[in-house]
């Protein structure tokens, strides 16, 4: 049995709330889309997917998973997450009206596509199923066999009500990447530990750095980027980051501005991730 994906995703400036804290709302929107790209990227690799369907009404995320072969689809209900995914397995389904459709979460930075082909292949046995997440609570990825309705019911313990609602639990050992969805600074180190996509591991490439050399007179400094480039940043990055030491060899979180030359630190704080 062969599946379409439909993976929801907020406009970015509202995705990823959560992890304003430890990227700073600029970042976080890019984070944002690099967590929607390795997932679809994994996802449209995977033998026993025929297409993913991203509802989205981002225009900046549907260029870019349109281009990684993605269908997009705007998200005209505007009424929340549940009534996405509905309105995208109904779009699949009135085209293909015996599609297997399959939701899935769009943070999952670090999925496997080997081990997405083993939570579809056990989805294959069942009408409905559902994989939880790595907490045990929510639910990274459900699924409707044909003539089967998907009745989507994500968000905070749907790992409960999709089981109440009939759904059989997928068990299987060996599908971390697949239960690792993120939305905080934790759940970013713990994909990180599993080994993220390029999308994101770039992204956090551009955000992370060493310090290299600190004045406390003038609250200014460099820092090394992790490909070895020095960067300065002055007493205004120093102060947005609300530090009120550097130490030379402590990992820093930065905030870059402008290109070549002009490149320069714009926010830099200790990294929590």
Known sequence: MTWTLVVPLKPLSRAKTRLSDAAGDGLRASLALAFAQDT????????WVRGVTV??????????LSALGARILPDSPGRGLNAALAHGALAVRGERPGAAVAA????????????????LEAASGFSRAFLADAAGVGTTLLSAAPGADLAPAFGGPSRARHRASGAREI??????????????????????ALGVGD??????ADMQGTAYTYDPETRAGSVLLDDGTPLPFDTAAFDAGGLRMLRPGQRVRIEVEGEGEQRRVVFVTLQTF
Do not use: I
């Open 40 to 47: 679809v990227g994994a996802a449209l690799a995977s033998r």
């Open 55 to 64: 509802v989205t009404d981002d225009p900046l995320a549907g260029r870019e």
């Open 104 to 119: 899935m979460n769009a943070d999952l930075p670090a999925l496997r596509t080997v081990e997405l082909d083993l939570v």
């Open 171 to 192: 068990e299987l050992a060996g599908v971390d990447s697949v239960r690792r969805d993120v939305d905080t600074a934790g759940d970013l180190r713990a994909a990180v």
């Open 199 to 204: 999308h994101t591991r770039a992204r956090l």
